[in-house]
């Protein structure tokens, strides 16, 4: 990759954390601001960023455009929505969609409910393989040199007195996830956000989970398995369609 290529790959992720002014951008990709606003022009030209009233610099709509073309060319995101959207109706509650995309397990679909606070989760973020319920349901039947090999890249950080933060708790867990055919992520990233996450039945083809998230300020793991029925009925006619695209 070109150093100015590098350095708009810079500037997009910069964006994606939030507007950012010409010098904070020149500051974070090392360059004069002069330099900096050269850089960026062909990403303004083609509605990649844009400018807005504050003089600040956001991503663009032409981004978000281009993001939904990749999420409609991966068969899961097609074949899950409309069952993410009726599990969701169903539960009164967040749905998360997560894949096993090259060597990261990465949001694919989100279906935020109105009723719910809005939480750190994005499509196309990459998803904390320690903390989450979909990350957990998918690792825990992969292959063990796969699993291993997606565990030693997990800096461990510790979000809330919940978290895992080494990775011998990490594969108990696992081991615990693969035994009972669901994942848990009891507060463990964000406070109040609690979560449970069942993997889609192999025969999909894909190595995928699917989650359901409740904001209580205490997690009521009962009521959290009381949903496991339902996540399976979502995850199995999920992978019944992709074998039928197949």
Same mark, same amino acid.
């Given at each position: 990759?070109?150093?100015?290529?590098?350095?708009?790959?810079?500037?997009?992720?910069?964006?994606?954390?939030?507007?950012?002014?010409? +010098?904070?951008?020149? @500051?974070?990709?090392?360059?004069?601001?002069?330099?900096? &606003?050269?850089?960026?022009?062909?990403?303004?030209? @083609?509605?990649? *960023?844009?400018?807005?009233?504050?003089?600040?610099?956001?991503?663009?709509?032409?981004?978000? #455009?281009?993001?939904?073309?990749?999420? @409609?060319?991966? @068969? &899961?995101?097609?074949?899950?929505?409309?069952?993410?959207?009726?599990?969701?109706?169903? =539960?009164?509650?967040?749905?998360?969609?997560? !894949?096993?995309?090259?060597?990261?397990?990465?949001? =694919?679909?989100?279906?935020?409910?109105?009723? /719910?606070?809005?939480?750190?989760?994005?499509?196309?973020?990459?998803?904390?393989?320690?903390?989450?319920?979909?990350?957990?349901?998918?690792?825990?039947?992969?292959?063990?040199? &796969?699993?291993?090999?997606?565990? $030693?890249?997990?800096?461990? #950080? !510790?979000?809330?007195?919940?978290? *895992?933060?080494?990775?011998?708790?990490?594969?108990? #867990?696992?081991? =615990?996830?693969?035994?009972?055919?669901?994942? /848990? %992520? &009891?507060? #463990?990233?964000?406070?109040?956000?609690?979560?449970?996450? *069942?993997?889609?039945? !192999? +025969?999909?083809?894909? %190595?995928?989970?699917?989650?359901?998230? /409740?904001? !209580?300020?205490?997690?009521?793991?009962? $009521?959290?398995?009381?949903?496991?029925?339902?996540?399976?009925?979502?995850?199995?006619? *999920?992978?019944?369609?992709?074998?039928?695209?197949?």
């Amino acid at each position: 990759m070109s150093t100015t290529v590098a350095k708009a790959v810079l500037v997009l992720h910069q964006l994606a954390d939030g507007p950012r002014s010409l +010098s904070a951008l020149a @500051d974070a990709v090392g360059v004069h601001s002069s330099t900096a &606003l050269r850089m960026i022009q062909p990403l303004l030209a @083609d509605g990649l *960023i844009a400018r807005g009233g504050d003089g600040k610099y956001r991503l663009g709509l032409r981004l978000a #455009e281009l993001g939904q073309q990749a999420l @409609d060319n991966v @068969d &899961l995101h097609g074949a899950a929505h409309g069952h993410l959207l009726e599990l969701a109706e169903d =539960v009164g509650a967040t749905v998360h969609l997560a !894949q096993l995309i090259d060597d990261a397990i990465v949001y =694919v679909d989100k279906i935020e409910h109105p009723a /719910t606070m809005r939480m750190w989760s994005r499509v196309g973020r990459a998803v904390p393989l320690h903390t989450s319920s979909v990350s957990k349901a998918i690792l825990a039947r992969l292959e063990p040199e &796969l699993r291993d090999r997606l565990i $030693a890249r997990c800096g461990f #950080e !510790q979000h809330t007195d919940e978290t *895992i933060t080494t990775r011998e708790a990490l594969l108990a #867990e696992l081991r =615990v996830t693969a035994d009972r055919g669901y994942a /848990t %992520d &009891l507060g #463990e990233f964000e406070p109040l956000v609690h979560c449970i996450g *069942i993997p889609v039945p !192999q +025969s999909s083809g894909v %190595d995928a989970a699917v989650s359901v998230t /409740t904001i !209580q300020a205490s997690p009521d793991v009962d $009521a959290l398995r009381g949903l496991v029925p339902r996540l399976a009925t979502a995850a199995t006619a *999920i992978a019944a369609d992709l074998g039928h695209r197949g």
